[in-house]
């Protein structure tokens, strides 16, 4: 049967039907939907994780139980996980154990730009790299086999184009289970004390020289001779980009991203006039292939870009060939920024925080775009849980005494979960003081709305069609008293959409400088929480701005510079009604 599938709807259709058993691992884009969609088959387990390194810690221990177990995340994900990636890399695997990382070239959505092959490369595990819909599906169920075949982790390598571009895939409607492989305890395997790590390491010396002999004959890597003159070493996405800008040109198409098979591509290269690299976003396979010995030619008309995603028309200009006209973007357009929606719970919070001119420590998550005009009121965003951490290091480095300024962290529910616990842990742990706050939307917004230990609402669930705002089946966190008991004496709660409540707690605890103060804000995300009330009414606008100020998208300007209110906008969060300091914006009958 086909069907039309995006990349990772393809990789979950292709695990489901390998047998895989287990699926785990933490929603980060361009990954997320594969767990989401593998969870729909009642026959396979899968669960969101804390982080992805406690996922991949998960799909180790079912793996090593003989389990089929597959982990998903990422590219920045696997920096959290590389930990026990680089002992698994070396004890080995007794069900196969794959994990997807999602790379994001252009940065569409995350906070940096990086190539996960470099991680196959230094833990020394095999990574297959699919260039479409049909080959992802294939991919992981190859990635299965390869696991086991070799005892060792692989690696499946997707970018954003892949993921969520749909093609045809020729699907299965019934699952081959190989089934649970015997479990027997093997210490010197397992434990990897120095001993036992040491003869591991010697282990995983033969299993990489049998996987570049491997590499040497698999179909997974093609070469496609269609003359002597040009010659293209690629792999993924980047390779339909050069079928389509260069269709006369010779590729070596690397199915396998390590090891890479060096007899293969030194026959390649001897075989063509000039052999060049495409790839995207990094010099991977640039280092890797010129380590070989195997010299590369430049493009005739100059480099490719290095950062960024490629496209045909970027590969077409390399290569000096023409591409067909186009019509031109519109110009003077206005601009959009980037906004928090109609009614976000975080919204009051970072005015408040602008408004004292707070130097805020942010973090991963919707509320990121409290950095974006007019709110102005994030200052750092760096990774996962740094917030917290950050903020303890601005109080050591006295910049409120410095500057006259408050020190906040700011960090959302998900994230606090995720690695924020052991941030703060640190703070309490060393004494610091300070002012920290948790966004509590009830959800793992940006990402999709998905389940977190601090809602309790695990995947099943979600992908069931549960609400967050209902009772969940599992154990939800208490964020205030996580906090008191990892010892911070000073810990609130309060309704983030209640401005008064708002300043008065933020207030409190910037002036509390010399002890750590800890505020749980909770409302629900606007995507969870639909519910609509009464749109307010302006009366009399004196045209002070503040209710401008708050970025919100459903308020906006009239040519005189008094505000209006776009009714298919607003939810009635009573926002600007709060904020206006003259009463111009109220409800009817208030």
Same mark, same amino acid.
């Given at each position: =049967?086909?069907? !039309? !599938? $995006?990349?990772?709807?393809?990789?979950?259709?292709?695990?489901?039907?390998?047998?895989?058993?287990?699926?785990?691992?933490?929603?980060?884009?361009? $990954?997320?939907?594969?767990?989401? &969609?593998? $969870?729909?088959?009642? @026959? @396979?387990?899968?669960?969101?994780?804390? &982080?992805?390194?406690?996922?991949?810690?998960?799909?180790?221990?079912?793996?090593?139980?003989?389990?089929?177990?597959?982990? /998903? =995340?990422k590219h920045v994900g696997v920096n959290v996980a590389a930990d026990p990636l680089m002992s698994v890399c070396n004890a080995g695997v007794n069900g196969g154990l794959v994990l997807l990382c999602a790379d994001d070239p252009s940065i569409f959505s995350s906070q940096n730009e990086q190539d996960s092959r470099n991680y196959a490369a230094f833990a020394r595990v095999p990574m297959l790299e699919p260039a479409d819909s049909s080959e992802a599906h294939e991919f992981i169920q190859r990635a299965f086999d390869i696991s086991e075949q070799f005892d060792t982790p692989a690696m499946l390598r997707e970018s954003m184009r892949i993921a969520h571009t749909k093609t045809l895939v020729e699907t299965c409607d019934t699952a081959n289970k190989p089934g649970l492989k015997p479990f027997e305890p093997t210490p010197s395997k397992y434990v990897m004390v120095p001993a036992n790590a040491r003869a591991r390491r010697l282990a995983a010396d033969e299993r990489t020289d049998q996987l570049i002999e491997f590499a040497e004959t698999t179909d997974l890597n093609r070469v496609e001779m269609r003359g002597n003159e040009i010659g293209i070493i690629c792999s993924g996405a980047c390779y339909q980009h050069v079928r389509e800008a260069l269709p006369d040109a010779s590729t070596f198409k690397l199915g396998m991203s390590w090891p890479l098979p060096p007899k293969k591509l030194a026959e390649f290269a001897a075989a063509v006039d000039h052999v060049y690299v495409v790839e995207e976003a990094c010099d991977y396979f640039a280092v890797h292939v010129s380590a070989l010995g195997i010299k590369l030619d430049v493009p005739p008309c100059g480099s490719l870009p290095q950062a960024g995603e490629l496209t045909p028309a970027l590969v077409k200009a390399a290569f000096g060939v023409e591409a067909p006209a186009h019509v031109a973007p519109a110009e003077n357009?206005?601009?959009?920024?980037? $906004? !928090? *929606?109609?009614? *976000?719970?975080?919204?009051? #919070?970072? /005015? /408040?925080?602008?408004? =004292?001119?707070a130097v805020v420590t942010g973090d991963i998550g919707c509320y990121t775009l409290g950095a974006s005009a007019p709110l102005n009121a994030v200052h750092s965003t760096i990774d996962m849980g740094a917030s917290l951490s950050m903020a303890h290091g601005m109080e050591l480095a006295k910049v409120p005494e410095r500057t006259g300024h408050p020190v906040v962290g700011v960090i959302g529910?998900?994230?606090?979960?995720?690695?924020?616990?052991t941030s703060l842990l640190g703070t309490v742990y060393n004494g610091g003081a300070g002012t920290l706050c948790v966004l509590d939307n009830r959800t793992t917004a940006m990402t999709g709305c998905q389940g977190?230990? *601090? &809602?309790? #609402?695990?995947? /099943?669930?979600q992908v069931r069609g549960m609400n967050p705002l209902d009772v969940p089946a599992g154990k939800p966190l208490n964020i205030e008293n996580l906090c008191r008991a990892l010892g911070v004496e000073d810990v609130v709660s309060v309704n983030s959409q209640d401005l008064k409540a708002v300043r008065k707690a933020l207030k409190d605890a910037v002036k509390a400088s010399d002890r750590l103060f800890v505020i749980v804000f909770h409302s629900p995300c606007r995507l969870i929480d639909r519910h609509r009330e009464q749109v307010p009414t302006i009366t009399d606008c004196r045209a002070c701005g503040r209710c401008i100020n708050l970025g919100c998208p459903a308020i906006g300007k009239d040519e005189d510079g008094r505000a209006v209110i776009d009714e298919t906008q607003c939810i009635g969060c009573d926002q600007c009604v709060q904020t206006c300091p003259f009463g111009c914006i109220a409800k009817d009958g208030e």
């Open positions: =049967m086909k069907e !039309l !599938l $995006s990349g990772n709807e393809a990789i979950a259709q292709g695990a489901w039907e390998c047998g895989v058993e287990i699926g785990v691992g933490y929603p980060g884009t361009p $990954s997320t939907e594969t767990l989401e &969609n593998l $969870s729909k088959h009642d @026959v @396979v387990y899968c669960e969101w994780a804390p &982080n992805e390194k406690v996922a991949l810690e998960v799909a180790i221990g079912s793996a090593m139980g003989g389990a089929r177990s597959l982990v /998903t =995340m357009l206005p601009i959009r920024f980037p $906004s !928090l *929606c109609a009614g *976000c719970p975080h919204r009051l #919070v970072f /005015t /408040t925080l602008r408004d =004292m001119h529910d998900s994230t606090f979960a995720h690695s924020g616990i977190n230990p *601090c &809602n309790g #609402v695990t995947l /099943t669930e």
